[in-house]
């Protein structure tokens, strides 16, 4: 197969989730840096793969695809014939469903605020940003606290939407080490065979 071709921006945790999906799934891909300062994901090129000039995007043969959660489903449906990533039965994919909308909605204005904050001075509320975070963590440690992975008895695109803000959220101020089921969660994602890491921001080096 010919590899997918994904644009990214190496420290936004939308491009690493699916950078990780592609690792876990074991499919070649050529990674494209997009520099964001110089507005590439601007330029009339770019906008023609993504009208909306946001990272990851991805193309598989001839299709181009946007916006990570929709990418990692893209990615399960095309390439698991099986189901385990993102599973056909309509309950267990109404329960990986519930976390990508918290992906989209409290990660993203949670840990990911708090970490674009510090790590790239955008004018955003910390405290809000922190305020919402202790109460995902909150959420995720009780779900946690009795199961290995969010949405099933392995591991989903559930936690691989949920994993990299999460994981990186000391780089915006905020500890982890309340949270002993998150943590023991992460460990387990980081275990899997084919997983890459996030890159670190200068902040966490």
Known sequence: MNAIRLYRFALSGHCHRVELMLALLGLPFDAVDVDLKAKQQKTPEFLRKNPLGLVPVIEDGGAAVADSNAILV???????????????????????????????????????????????????????????????FAHMERHLGNREFLASDHPTIADVAMYSYTAHVPEGGISLAPYAAIRGWLARIEALPGFVPMRKSAIAA
Do not use: H
């Open 74 to 136: 893209y990615l399960a449906t095309r390439y698991d014939a099986g189901g385990r990533w993102y599973p056909r039965e309509p309950v267990a994919s109404a329960r990986v469903q519930q976390w990508l909308s918290l992906a989209a909605g409290p990660l993203a204005f949670g840990p990911a605020a708090a970490r674009v904050i510090k790590v790239f001075g955008a004018p955003l509320d910390w405290n809000r940003a922190a305020t919402i975070a202790g109460d995902l």
